[in-house]
């Protein structure tokens, strides 16, 4: 509950951009990261790495490179809203993803205008739109 409460008081907007490898995303504050991580006070728990050079921060992603779409460039630079759902963990592979659930009517339409539906494809997965603020790679923190 304070991860989510935590969460709510940070921005619920901003612009889409895309990577150098054609991550479409929304760009958002990297205090989703910084600031709401050091809630988990769980070591298992490691930070996403997302912020090396060239990489996009803290995010939402609209599609990933591996969902073969392009956007439009007049869709980017553009801002969104969303609002934050719940906190899950998802096991993906030997992974384990700790993310924020986001509604965002307008980033779902978008998708939808590129001719993706309304869930991420993900390594064989659909995932609903999120943020994802922690990973680790032994899932017994959650058991």
């Known amino acids: 509950p304070m991860i989510l409460e ?3 008081r940070l921005t619920l907007k901003n612009m889409t951009k895309i990577t150098d490898n054609q ?3 929304l760009d958002i504050d990297d205090d989703y990261i910084h600031q709401l991580f050091p809630l988990f006070k769980n070591e298992k728990i ?3 790495d997302y912020f090396r050079e ?3 921060g803290a995010h939402v ?5 591996e969902e073969g779409k392009k956007i439009d460039k007049n869709d980017l630079d553009k801002e969104h809203h969303f609002i934050i759902k719940d906190l899950v963990a998802a ?3 030997n992974k384990t993803y700790c993310v924020l659930l986001v509604n965002s009517p307008s980033l779902v339409a978008l998708r939808k205008k590129c001719g993706l539906g309304e869930l ?3 390594k064989g997965y659909f995932i609903g739109l999120h943020i994802t603020i922690g990973v680790a790679t032994d899932s ?3 058991k």
Do not use: N
């Not at 992603?61 to 490179?65: A, E, K």
């Open 23 to 25: 991550l479409v995303y």
């Open 91 to 93: 096991e993906i592979g």
């Open 54 to 56: 060239k990489s996009a």
């Open 140 to 142: 017994d923190w959650v």
């Open 46 to 48: 490691k930070k996403p």
């Open 120 to 122: 991420l494809s993900f």
């Open 61 to 65: 992603t609209l599609f990933y490179p």
């Open 6 to 8: 935590h969460a709510r």
